[in-house]
């Protein structure tokens, strides 16, 4: 058995949470590599839900969970997620959970300076406000305060006098007030008992984990094309989250990814702004986002929706060299007569079967569509393909055919066992 990575396939909240929580009961170890707390993974186990942003899904199973090195961690947040699922009965403790001493940390400075750029801004990203770009930009900056500095006060209180060298000019163009430097050094100080016990070195860890024949799963937040480099820029997020950066992000080397699984949800959404070829203003739009309950587990914001698009999964397959995908909320798509799956785009005079890469003409697209035949039957709760209806098998296998890979599993339903399994990527 080899290790496996789970990334999405679309613009994140393809319902990776629920996959990954399943697949953690064959996993020894699960890895979070990049991104921050601005996304969200829900687990539903019976009648219990778990809304976790930073924690690695693998706590809930209780297995070993790892927050690498790729990750911003913001530590007064994954204090608050610590405590609030120990609230729900699981006890997160150093045994349980692995922090990377060397991750950058999220501090309020880059919360202050996110939430003003963003209310600044004439064209917005659509941020969380939760400080995770200007983190990453203080950690490619050199700039960064990490976690192992929290163990060396005098240290770290040059760091600080140096962060904010480089902050107080963006503060004060911001019209923010200047930054309390001894406060920080405080909140740090007061802080750093309860977070450095997690601390250690989590590539010696996941090396040493895998040479004694451990299973690895890697788990990916947001989605691929919310990449920064390979995704609609600058409407992006501001980490990879190719399945590429899962050797950067955990220190484990790139022979450890194994099965990449990509998680694609049946239709596409999105949240925030930036382009979207196939987003629907009509009635089939509404009925995706209600039926389906598109709203983001961080923020709570409405998602867009529209028709499945596979030209967008077809380059992610090819930029993740997915191995198989993972095909959720098939049932929401029970009762519509059509659908329409994108097969590819014109603009202008021209068809183009990839997204080309400049903002203005990702904006300018249409998109060209086959229809199918829908199904009236439901596909809520199915275990096995004897359960679907006709349709949806024809829908599913062309789906396969227009992305250029198979499907490994297929979701009906939010609840952790609704899930039909054609191929077991730990087996593989």
Do not use: C
């Given at each position: 058995m080899g290790n496996v990575t789970v990334i999405g396939a679309q613009w994140g909240d393809e319902g990776k949470g629920k996959l990954v929580d399943w697949l953690s009961n064959r996993a020894d170890v699960v890895v979070r590599f990049q991104g921050g707390h601005n996304a969200g993974h829900t687990l539903v186990v019976g009648d219990q839900v778990y809304?976790?942003?930073?924690?690695?899904?693998?706590?809930?199973?209780?297995?070993?969970?790892?927050?690498?090195?790729?990750?911003?961690?913001?530590?007064?947040?994954?204090?608050?997620?610590?405590?609030?699922?120990?609230?729900?009965g699981i006890n997160i403790t150093p045994d349980l959970l692995v922090l990377a001493d060397n991750a950058a940390l999220i501090l309020p400075l880059h919360r202050d300076l996110d939430q003003a750029r963003e209310k600044a801004a004439v064209n917005k990203i659509g941020t969380t406000g939760r400080g995770i770009g200007p983190a990453y930009e203080d950690k490619v900056g050199r700039r960064a305060i990490r976690v192992g500095d929290l163990a060396d006060r005098e240290a770290l209180e040059a760091k600080i006098d140096r962060l904010l060298a480089h902050h107080g000019p963006l503060r004060r163009g911001l019209g923010l007030p200047e930054f309390d430097a001894a406060g920080l050094l405080a909140e740090l100080g007061a802080m750093a008992p309860k977070i450095l016990p997690f601390a250690r070195p989590a590539w010696r860890l996941l090396d040493q984990a895998v040479k004694s024949g451990k299973r690895v799963l890697f788990e990916g937040a947001?989605?691929?094309?919310?990449?920064?480099?390979?995704?609609?820029?600058?409407?992006?997020?501001?980490?990879?989250?190719?399945?590429?950066?899962?050797?950067?992000?955990?220190?484990?080397?790139?022979?450890?990814?194994?099965?990449?699984?990509?998680?694609?949800?049946?239709?596409?959404?999105?949240?925030?702004?930036?382009?979207?070829?196939?987003?629907?203003?009509?009635?089939?739009?509404?009925?995706?986002?209600?039926?389906g309950r598109e709203f983001g587990v961080v923020t709570g914001r409405p998602r867009r929706c529209g028709w499945f698009d596979a030209v967008l999964v077809r380059q992610s397959v090819a930029l993740n060299g997915i191995d198989g995908i993972a095909l959720t909320k098939l049932d929401i798509l029970d009762g519509l007569p059509t659908l329409k799956i994108c097969v590819g785009y014109r603009l202008g005079d021209q068809t183009f079967d990839y997204l080309p890469a400049g903002l203005k003409a990702q904006s300018a697209l249409t998109p060209i569509y086959e229809e199918m035949e829908g199904w009236s039957e439901s596909t809520a709760g199915a275990t096995s393909w004897k359960d679907l209806p006709a349709n949806a098998v024809k829908y599913v296998r062309r789906v396969e055919e227009l992305i250029g890979a198979p499907a490994a599993m297929v979701s009906t339903s939010p609840q952790r066992d609704d899930t039909i399994m054609v191929r077991d990527p730990f087996q593989d």
């Open positions: 809304k976790l942003s930073l924690l690695p899904s693998g706590v809930v199973q209780g297995k070993l969970s790892v927050i690498g090195n790729g990750v911003v961690v913001d530590p007064w947040h994954l204090l608050e997620e610590i405590a609030k699922i120990g609230a729900q947001q989605g691929a094309l919310l990449d920064v480099d390979h995704g609609t820029y600058p409407y992006v997020t501001s980490s990879n989250t190719v399945a590429g950066q899962a050797a950067a992000g955990s220190g484990l080397g790139p022979k450890g990814a194994g099965f990449v699984l990509g998680i694609v949800k049946a239709y596409t959404t999105r949240v925030g702004e930036g382009p979207f070829p196939t987003e629907l203003f009509d009635d089939i739009g509404q009925h995706l986002g209600t039926v």
